[in-house]
């Protein structure tokens, strides 16, 4: 996935397992959202291709957990925490929607 954006300053960083922090120091917290929703456009065609025993070839999708916060709206030391926070809020809510939809699938 390639996203394009003209900020003066973005820091990409591995900050454990698979979890990722985007700092983006020239931007607020509203743009941030803008940029979150741009990532959600492009997300919605990503899949992994796998062979299934059964079911042969089937495509699964990818899904990102994303929490944004920024220091407009809180603490600057509180950030992390926050933007962390509201990842694992999108992730429940993720997890929810899937099985909501498995189970409405296959009755």
Do not use: W
């Amino acid at each position: 996935m390639q996203i394009r954006y003209t900020l003066f300053h973005v820091i990409l960083s591995r900050i454990g397992g698979d979890e990722f922090a985007v700092l983006l120091p020239s931007i607020d917290s509203r743009d941030a959202q803008n940029v979150l929703i741009r990532i959600r456009q492009n997300e919605k065609g990503l899949s992994l291709l796998c062979t299934h025993k059964d079911h042969g070839k089937i495509r699964i999708p990818i899904r990102m957990s994303i929490g944004v916060a920024g220091s407009d709206e809180t603490q600057p030391e509180k950030v992390l925490k926050l933007a962390d926070d509201r990842m694992y809020i999108d992730k429940e809510s993720f997890y929810h929607h899937a099985v909501d939809a498995l189970f409405s699938e296959n009755p």
